[in-house]
T-cell receptor, first 112, second 116 residues
């Protein structure tokens, strides 16, 4: 699976949008971009995933560049409970042998 | 839907004892379950992949005789840390992938193991 690169940490003001970038310049055509987050002392939580098109769900939006070399996870109105480590992972879909490989992630601190 | 539970959530044991951690998919069947370990301020590290009815596949550097994995049904996998030592103290997290159609993994809440 392609390597992803994320900034180690970011701050965001409560109520503002949090934009978390991810670089995946070696991503292949059949690899999806998955985002998970891990709140302190909990298991990771699935957020969203996408291939080419932008995606939105009740938690976040995912913007993928046209060349697919990078993406941005957007939390439109960050709350204090969004403070967590966010992981961006490139993963082939529907491959039963595939496992998630977690990098360092981005530690997002939402401040009042 | 897609809830994964772990039991116990926290365990403290003496050095040399064995500890069993259970991972259950509560509302779906999971052909594959994964076990991760996470040390403080570090990312999750995959320990092993477990498929129902077959032997687990361990990642390089993970001792299969020390970390026994059993995946006897589509909703239950267990990890037994045998002869635990203080260096085995960590946060152990399991995840499960639904049987059909998905590649998303759903994670349990984790088990904090402290070996004295």
């Amino acid at each position: 699976d392609a390597k992803t690169t994320q900034p180690p940490s970011m701050d965001c003001a409560e109520g503002r949008a949090a934009n978390l970038p991810c670089n995946h310049s070696t991503i292949s055509g059949n690899e999806y971009v998955y985002w998970y987050r891990q709140i302190h002392s909990q298991g990771p939580q699935y957020i969203i995933h996408g291939l080419k098109n932008n995606e939105t769900n009740e938690m976040a939006s995912l913007i993928i560049t046209e060349d697919r070399k990078s993406s941005t996870l957007i939390l439109p109105h960050a709350t204090l409970r969004d403070t967590a480590v966010y992981y961006c992972i490139a993963l082939k879909k529907n491959n039963a042998g595939n496992m998630l490989t977690f990098g360092g992630g981005t530690r997002l601190m939402v401040k009042p | 839907g897609a809830v994964v539970s772990q039991h116990p959530s926290r365990v403290i044991c003496k050095s040399g004892t064995s500890v069993k951690i259970e991972c259950r998919s509560l509302d779906f069947q999971a052909t594959t379950m994964f076990w991760y370990r996470q040390f403080p301020k570090q990312s999750l590290m995959l320990m092993a992949t477990s498929n129902e009815g077959s032997k687990a596949t361990y990642e390089q550097g993970v001792e299969k005789d020390k970390f026994l994995i059993n995946h006897a049904s589509l909703t239950l996998s267990t990890l037994t840390v045998t002869s635990a030592h203080p260096e085995d103290s960590s946060f152990y997290i399991c995840s499960a992938r639904p049987h059909r159609g998905h590649n998303e993994q759903f994670f349990g809440p984790g088990t904090r193991l402290t070996v004295l």
